[in-house]
C-alpha cells in the first residue's frame, strides 16, 4: 500500500524493518467472544472480551496510542502490546493499521489547529484499504464443535 508520503508497504505478509502489534475489538456484546489457539492445535471459541484482532504496523520510530476505535464496529480496541507470537497468525493478516511519522502537511494542520499529538512524538495513523476478513461460521454460530 502507498502511504500519504509516497512510501510503499506491503500489508499481506510479514516484512523486515517494521513493528507488529495488534488491537483487540470486543465486537459486538452479543459476539464478545475470543478465539483461543490451544498448544494442542487448532482452535476454539472461548468467552472473552476480544472478539477479533485489528493487525497494525509501525513503519517509524513513534508513540502509538493504547486504544483506536474499530472502523469495524465503532468499539475500543484494546493495544496487546506488541506481543510476538500474535503477530505470526495467520489469521491476523492483512494489516488494517499503519503507523507513521506525519508528513509536513500534518504537522503544519496540527500547529493551525493548536494540537499537540505529533509534536510530542506521536505517529500519524493510516487504515489500510483491505476488508476485514469475514469470522468463519463457526465463530458466528457460536457452536464450539
Ligand atoms: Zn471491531
Redesign the pocket.
Known amino acids: 500500500m502507498m502511504l500519504a508520503d509516497g512510501r510503499e508497504f506491503e500489508t499481506t505478509h510479514a516484512i523486515e524493518g517494521v513493528r507488529y502489534n495488534a488491537y483487540g ?3 459486538t456484546a452479543a459476539n464478545a467472544t475470543r478465539v483461543e489457539h490451544p498448544p494442542e492445535g487448532g482452535a476454539r471459541v472461548v468467552p472473552g472480551k476480544v ?2 484482532w ?1 493487525l497494525s504496523m509501525d513503519v517509524d520510530e513513534g508513540v502509538t496510542p493504547f486504544i483506536v476505535t ?6 475500543a ?1 484494546e493495544s496487546a502490546f506488541y506481543p510476538k507470537d500474535l503477530v505470526m497468525r495467520p489469521s491476523l493478516w492483512p494489516v488494517r493499521i499503519i503507523w507513521r511519522k506525519a508528513t509536513k502537511g500534518e504537522r503544519e494542520a496540527e500547529l493551525r489547529e493548536g494540537g499537540d499529538h505529533y509534536r510530542r512524538g506521536g505517529l500519524a495513523r493510516e487504515w489500510t484499504p483491505d476488508l ?1 476478513r469475514p469470522l468463519p461460521s463457526w465463530v458466528t454460530s457460536g457452536r464450539h464443535g
Not at 474499530?70 to 468499539?75: A, I, Q, V
Open positions: 475489538c470486543p465486537g472478539a477479533h485489528l474499530c472502523p469495524d464496529h465503532g468499539l480496541a476485514p
